[in-house]
């Protein structure tokens, strides 16, 4: 066992504080474990410690799966259910004690399980790269092992040594990754009219944000957490207005880091800039014919007239300033307009019954 004090039993420690690893009993004194970390793990022991602590720590939900693959050990079943579920890992076999995966194999697990595969897709020029880049098995490998050395989960050194069996100490190290990593929910505009600044606000999921106390217990870190925001090439610090002057309209991505204890979370969300509309009727002042009438937002052929108003009284080949015979009556199109349509006097006195005129009447 490490010394007291070193961080591989700071990491032993926490581990089996929040339930992720058991040990053995030792024989001779009933109140300690024996955990022997730096031996390597096999694929049960190694699912257990992932999937299981992923689970715990509020990120999966592991008690969903009815139909369980058969394994030897029966307690890794549930976790190695879960993982070929969610394409984690392969067809490993039932005999998972007696088979040993490389670092490779487990940061793929970890990748998938905690669902951050997709990061380095969005975030293209944030670099992790290895020295030992050829000793991967595919390019997909080294991508996963990027990405976890992006979130400073695993693989932290210029070399991964991607086909090294794992040590037990070295998941101990991961699960207290996985408990460190920050998760927050995000409140923010979906738009924004350019010109204007947003801002963001930042909500812990739940309280397993933790850091290692010196009683090696679990202690919410939340407060603490370095968060930055990054947004068109700019660095923002959280709650501070987010400029939009001088921006090209559209969609934007808008990245959020958080920081705690040397592990990372990146999150990406979108943001449309939009320009001024006053009325609020979906289209931009600038392209508005009529920017203060919610009624109105096309003229196509630019005569002045409502597109809407042009379909409606075949007015296609007039100008507002003219007018037009409806039922025999002249009638201004700039009052057309004004009023939203035309409603013919004949029309309303021939659609009413002249028993409820006499009755009125009489």
Not at 33 to 46: K, L, Q, V
Not at 184 to 199: I, P, Q, R, W
Not at 295 to 302: G, I, M
Request: aromatic share 10%.
């Amino acid at each position: 066992m490490p010394q007291k004090g070193t961080s591989d039993f700071e990491n032993i420690a926490f581990a089996t504080i929040v339930g992720a690893v058991w040990g053995q009993i030792d024989p001779d004194n009933a109140t300690e474990r024996i955990f022997r970390p730096y031996d390597n793990t096999s694929w049960a022991e190694s699912l257990v410690m992932i999937v299981k602590s992923a689970s715990l720590a509020g990120l999966i939900d592991v008690t969903s799966d009815d139909e369980l693959f058969a394994t030897t050990p029966e307690w890794a079943s549930r976790y190695y259910t879960y993982a070929r579920k969610h394409q984690a890992v392969g067809d490993i076999g039932s005999s998972l004690h007696e088979k040993y995966p490389t670092r490779e194999e487990i940061g793929k697990l970890i990748v998938e399980v905690l669902g951050i595969r997709n990061v380095l897709k969005t975030l293209p020029d944030l670099s992790a790269d290895f020295t030992d880049k050829a000793d991967f098995s595919s390019s997909e490998y080294y991508e996963y092992a990027k990405t976890l050395k992006l979130f400073g989960i695993y693989f932290h050194g210029e070399s991964a040594n991607p086909q090294a069996k794992v040590l037990r100490s070295e998941l101990a190290a991961v699960i207290t990754n996985i408990f460190l990593m920050p998760r927050f929910d995000v409140t923010m505009a979906t738009s924004v009219k350019l010109g204007e600044s947003f801002s963001i606000t930042l909500n812990a999921q739940n309280s397993h944000v933790v850091k290692i106390g010196s009683d090696y217990l679990p202690i919410d870190n939340v407060q603490n957490l370095e968060t930055a925001i990054v947004f068109e090439d700019k660095v923002y610090q959280l709650n501070a207005p987010i400029a939009t002057e001088g921006l090209l309209r559209g969609e934007k991505n808008l990245l959020i880091v958080a920081k705690n204890e040397g592990v990372y979370n990146f999150i990406v969300k979108r943001i449309i800039l939009t320009k001024e509309d006053r009325d609020e009727d979906g289209m931009e002042d600038e392209n508005d014919p009529w920017p203060d009438d919610q009624r109105y937002q096309k003229d196509v052929n630019a005569n002045g007239i409502p597109d809407k108003l042009d379909a409606l009284y075949n007015l296609e080949s007039y100008n507002a300033t003219q007018s037009v015979v409806i039922d025999g009556v002249s009638v201004s199109i700039a009052k057309i307009i004004e009023e939203g349509g035309y409603s013919s006097p004949k029309r309303v006195s021939s659609s009413i019954n002249p028993a409820i005129i006499g009755y009125l009447l009489f």
